[in-house]
């Protein structure tokens, strides 16, 4: 789960929310963990990978990142009986927004962004439409293999690496004119597609973000339910 006013509408479509999310004085943001191609002895068996999937109950906790604004923040990710909330940083980070799929409706609000005034803070984005667990998982059936990789940070994680995205305009390919609109790199655990590592987001969503690309980094997931809150700034489901 995508996807803060209008700029997170998108990624949160196709990351949950694709998709969504103390410090005084960030610096240089710390690169997220490399990826390398498995081979060798330490490899997994080929087998045939699973596509991602968003599972209904979990909780994970990592890293937001946007390399060229010098931004790293704390990331939560958390799902509950089939909703999802993405939360990063806070009152005291330079970035803080959040992102929720919560009873069949898509959510976005941001509290903070360098470099964009949000006094007073913004109204709670209710993206229009039935969005839910069901569609965003359906959506990440449609996603491309690339192949099996080795996140390489403090603990090595071998994954899968998968990308979807999102096209607009005319459906038939080169018959009339088609833009691309959102893009995702997901890199989830080889042995379990539902246990998610990494995810670069890129496209419109990230309007934002000079550079139009944004990541986040899990250290933590397991499949225990979390806690998921609406803001009391977000309109209920059903108005």
């Not at 970035?95 to 509290?111: A, G, K, Q, S, V």
């Not at 670069?200 to 998921?228: I, K, Y």
Request: with cysteine.
């Amino acid at each position: 789960m995508a996807l803060r006013r209008t700029r997170r509408t998108l990624v949160s479509a196709v990351a949950g929310g694709l998709l969504a999310l103390g410090v005084v004085a960030p610096g240089p943001a710390a690169p997220p963990p490399r990826a390398a191609q498995a081979d060798g002895p330490t490899a997994p068996d080929r087998r045939e990978p699973r596509p991602p999937l968003l599972p209904a109950d979990f909780q994970g906790t990592g890293r937001y990142i946007v390399r060229d604004l010098g931004i790293d923040v704390p990331f939560s990710w958390q799902g509950r009986n089939g909703n999802s909330q993405m939360t990063a940083g806070g009152p005291d980070h330079p970035i803080w927004f959040t992102n929720l799929i919560y009873e069949n409706t898509l959510y976005t609000l941001t509290y903070r962004w360098p470099n964009i005034p949000l006094f007073p803070p913004r109204a709670c984005s209710k993206i229009p439409g039935f969005f839910n667990r069901q569609i965003f998982n359906d959506k990440l059936k449609t996603s491309r293999y690339v192949g099996p990789e080795i996140l390489q940070g403090d603990q090595d994680r071998h994954v899968d690496h998968w990308r979807v995205g999102v096209v607009g305009g005319s459906t038939v390919p080169g018959e009339f004119f088609r833009f691309p609109l959102a893009l995702g790199d997901i890199y989830v655990d080889q042995r379990d597609p539902s246990r998610w590592w990494q995810v670069l987001q890129f496209g419109l969503q990230n309007l934002f973000d000079p550079e139009l690309d944004e990541w986040f980094t899990m250290q933590t997931f397991d499949h225990r339910p979390g806690e998921v809150t609406l803001p009391d700034r977000c309109p209920p489901p059903t108005s």
